[in-house]
């Protein structure tokens, strides 16, 4: 489940005549499975490089094409205009250099080139070539044009190209492109200008090469807290233990092992950090003697491992933190989750703890779903709010109760 700002979006895809265009039917079920709607104009190159039969049939209505602009298929309703007007975002994925010139040009001599010039809604280009044809200032030009004009032109991934050229002008991954379609859907830019740090993950503390001690954190929560932070306009990092997650787009990630690599990494972020929020399940002990060699079965050392304990890092950071900073932790609890996350609240300094119990069936380390209550320190005089849902609306929360208390 979505938030409640990404609910029943209308995508208005433009698909024109680059090769990648046969990447394109993955893209709207990736929308769709999401609860978009999605509406499709192909280009007339682009129907000759994807199927708007298959397209029309993921989308369950007709895909147009560029030729329709002067259809009377809607009677009195004209394609171009009722289209525009749907849309809460115009897509153009992959945007070949010719509709990027139509686009900055504002040549409507086309179903697409109509639609875009009297769309309203966030425009998104992503444009896919090959790397010649991208690197001409003809086509940066169109490109800068374009985003002087508001519309967000999404550089291409680098690699090898169908046309045989390695280099910059693939499209991104359909995974890239969703993401930058909620960055732009996101109406409520309340973070923009703040840097937030979020941690996420467990932490692997290794006992010899080949064995260590984890819990089992999926990173979910921190993930979705730092894809909806910089939905929300943050400059957004996230350190992160060992996880299979796809990074977050537009997040920069910073790959941890260890609790200490975890201390480091955010206090080597922390100074100008608007907002921090602990969301790791970072190991409270670590083996007091690593053994470089791997211990073998039955060893002596193997039934005698001595643990020490790891650093604090809720409590590092909340010893040094500067009053306009705040710092949001999670109390992952089984019993008493009320007092323990209070104590934690106010024994590491914390703004606000987001308290959960872990033993829950549909809360805490590996369930898809989270149900969790935040405190807040005593300093802001706010009452207790509860959050629960998907771990992506639980994000979304969290960000209302730091966002309602920002400096
Ligand atoms: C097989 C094939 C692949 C093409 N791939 C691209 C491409 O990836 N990007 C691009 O800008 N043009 C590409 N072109 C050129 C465009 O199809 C051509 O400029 C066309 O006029 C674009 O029409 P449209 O912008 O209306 O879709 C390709 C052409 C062919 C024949």
New binding site residues.
Partial sequence: MLPQWARDKKILLG??????AYKTPELVRAWMKCGCEVEIIL????A??VSPLALSTLIKRRAWR?SDLMSDELGWTIPHIALSEWADVLVVA???????R?AAQGDSG?L?GAAMLACEAPQIFF????SR?WANPATKANALTLEERGRRVIDPDSGP???GYEGK?RLPSTEAIVDETWFSLCGAKDFAGKKILVTAGPTHEYIDPARYISNPSSGRMGYAIAAEARYRGADTVLVSGPVSLRAPGGVRVINVTSASEMRDACLAELHDCDVIIKAAAVGDYRAKNYSAQKIKRGERAFAAIELEQNADIARDIGERKKRRQILAGFAAETENIRENALSKLEGKHLDLVIANDVSAKDSGFVSETNSVEIFFSRKYAMPPISVSGSKWETASGILDAIAAILP
């Fill in positions: 698909i024109s005549g680059g090769i990648a280009t007339d190159s682009a000759r490089l560029d992959p945007c070949t250099a010719n509709v990027l139509m086309t697409l444009p896919a070539m090959n044809m190209l169908a046309c002008g």
